[in-house]
């Protein structure tokens, strides 16, 4: 078993192990992990006999305290439970009616309550100030119910640990959508979610030719007010720049790759955007850690490969497994059998590479790597449906009749924000942060040590530098290019979030989403100088180049921070 760092070991004491027993110790990550690989295994008793269960539990057990691959955070803290929910992700329907309404908010604070995260599309209730009809009075709308979500949110601790996460979108014909984009203005406001506005191709075009826009009353189809086009697209830019939100959510190029397109829409996605799903889906995710697959200077290919199809089988136990909030959710997650294996650790084998992230061979990079993920992925559920069967809604997806596939999609890039501190490597595709982080207790916020990037300090340690002085002015900084005593090379590999342009950070984006089928989480970073406007061209150029989704951070925004870059001077 792979050591863990004490970074990891801290996280996963806060939260992830169980005690063993009453007064007893908390188990070791070994034994939590043995213990998420015995329950993922018992799938096998359903095709195989136990000598097959045994052989995976120790692949899993492997692959996991080798740190090749993680679940997500439901799987590892809930397998073994008698009735574990183990999926990080959900999407659920909001009608146009006070039971539908509490009905689903009851249904997301028991997802939340198992550690998963809800994303809602709240575009078919009806608009603020609309007549009831015959029971009188007046609506609520759209806005109001996301707070009241929020508060809910807020209520529910998943066992004690973390509160939950919500999407919200809010489609960009819906009578309310100023109000909606304003929702975050003042930073605090609305902490359980994030927020999306729908666009759709049209509406892109409007904001391109500068034409009107009209607003839609969601049950009669009747236009209720009409704006020109770019007053919503700078209200959105504005809002952006100001704290983060809203983001975009592109509804027409995720309907365009949408394997099941025929059965309907999909218009929401989870909390942080990769993996869109139709009403009352569900999605477990794992991610592999690409800082692990670099052998002797070069991308261990067959190692990698294996480990995707051990981690695609994996996912797939998962949804054999696990027990769902309600039986719609059921139903619908064991039709389609979506699963996401992403990637964690892609800045830190770029490091060990000695790539620059802003390059285009690092782009190049991405492509080949999430191609080749995407191949044996598929590859992989091609061949368990051959042994297990097809998903059962196979005859209407994309794959019918050539090619048999046990789930609707395979690949998401999570944001990792957890599973990559356990892995001790950089998150899911996002360069480093910084190259010295002050860790702060995960529950109250207490300041910890100041760590310098071990991969950093190496390097320093290697090179005939004045060593002190270097990593003091990191400590202090976060950040190494302005160092003159430091060679170039060293010093555009080191590169760090906020020092790359964001166009880099989008380019990114859009390689590694060229070859997932579901969709990225990331986040493009920008300076706190970044104006509106280059907010609306990141956000232009990301539809253009079929993002599912686009979210930005400006540096020292409203927003919060999680990790705080260097601990200033
Ligand atoms: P982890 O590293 O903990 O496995 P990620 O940061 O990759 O998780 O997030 C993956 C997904 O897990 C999110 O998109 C969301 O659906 C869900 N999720 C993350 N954080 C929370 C939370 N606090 N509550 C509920 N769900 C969450």
């Not at 596939?405 to 690949?411: D, E, L, P, Q, S």
């Not at 207490?446 to 002190?468: N, R, S, W, Y």
Request: glycine letters at 8%.
């Amino acid at each position: 078993m792979e050591k863990l760092s004490d970074n990891a070991f801290r996280v996963l004491k806060e939260r992830y192990l169980w005690k063993k027993g009453v007064g007893e110790d908390l188990e070791t990550p070994e034994d939590m992990f043995r213990r998420v690989a015995r329950h993922i295994a018992k799938a096998e008793l359903k095709w195989g006999d136990s000598s097959e269960e045994k052989k995976w539990e120790e692949t899993f057990f492997r692959i996991m305290s080798d740190l090749f691959f993680l679940p997500n955070s439901p799987t590892l803290m809930n397998a073994g439970l008698e009735s574990a929910q183990l999926s990080a992700c959900f999407v659920l329907p909001v009608n146009d009616s006070l039971s539908g309404i509490f009905d689903t908010l009851k249904l997301a604070a028991l997802v939340h309550q198992k550690g998963g995260g809800t994303g809602f599309n709240f575009s078919e209730l009806r608009p603020v100030g609309d007549s009831l009809g015959s029971q009188g009075g007046y609506a609520s709308g759209p806005v109001s119910f996301i707070k009241l979500y929020d508060f809910a949110t807020g209520q529910v601790k998943q066992g004690g640990k973390r509160r939950g996460a919500n999407m919200g979108v809010l489609n960009v014909d819906h009578p309310d959508i100023l109000e909606f984009i304003r929702l975050k203005v003042n930073g605090k406001a609305l902490q359980n979610f994030n927020l999306s506005v729908g666009i759709t191709d049209q509406f892109m075009e409007a904001v391109i030719a500068n034409k009107n826009w009209g607003l839609i009353h969601p049950n009669s189809a009747r236009v209720i007010k009409i704006i020109p086009a770019r007053d919503i697209w700078e209200n959105i830019v504005q809002g952006a720049w100001e704290n983060g939100n809203p983001g975009l959510v592109f509804l027409d190029n995720i309907q365009a790759s949408n394997p099941l397109a025929k059965m309907g829409k999909i218009w929401a996605t989870n909390p942080c955007g990769e993996v869109p799903l139709m009403e009352y889906e569900s999605c477990n995710l794992g991610s592999v850690n690409l800082a692990r697959f670099v052998y002797q200077g070069k991308v261990d290919f067959k190692t990698l490969g294996k480990t995707v199809k051990e981690g695609i089988r994996f996912l797939d136990n998962v949804i054999e497994v696990n027990h769902y909030p309600n039986k719609k959710i059921e139903r619908a997650t064991l039709s389609n059998r979506k699963i996401g294996l992403g990637v964690m650790g892609w800045a830190e084998m770029l490091l060990q590479l000695h790539i620059p992230y802003d390059s285009q061979e690092a782009v190049d990079l991405g492509k080949e790597i999430m191609s080749f993920i995407q191949n044996e992925s598929k590859e992989a559920s091609h061949q368990l449906a051959l042994e297990r069967g097809s998903f059962p809604n196979w005859d209407k997806s994309i794959y019918h009749p050539a090619k048999p596939m046990r789930n609707a999609t395979v690949n998401s890039i999570a944001p990792t924000g957890t599973i990559s501190i356990l892995a001790n490597t950089s998150s899911s595709i996002e360069p480093l942060f910084a190259l010295a982080f002050q860790r702060r207790r995960v529950l109250s916020g207490e300041p910890l040590d100041t760590e310098v990037h071990p991969l950093f300090a190496k390097a320093i340690a290697e090179g005939a530098f004045p060593q002190q002085e270097i990593l003091e002015e990191v400590r202090a900084t976060g950040q190494c290019g302005h160092i003159a005593a430091l060679p170039y090379e060293l010093r555009s590999v080191f590169k760090t979030a906020l020092e790359i342009d964001p166009k880099w950070h989008l380019q990114h984006q859009i390689a590694f989403q060229q070859f997932t089928d579901n969709a990225v989480s990331k986040t493009v970073n920008l300076p706190s100088s970044a104006s509106p406007e280059d907010i609306g061209r990141i956000y232009l150029e990301a539809w253009r180049h079929k993002a599912k989704g686009v979210t930005v951070f400006r540096n020292n925004a409203g927003n919060e921070q999680v990790i705080y870059q260097g601990i200033g001077r």
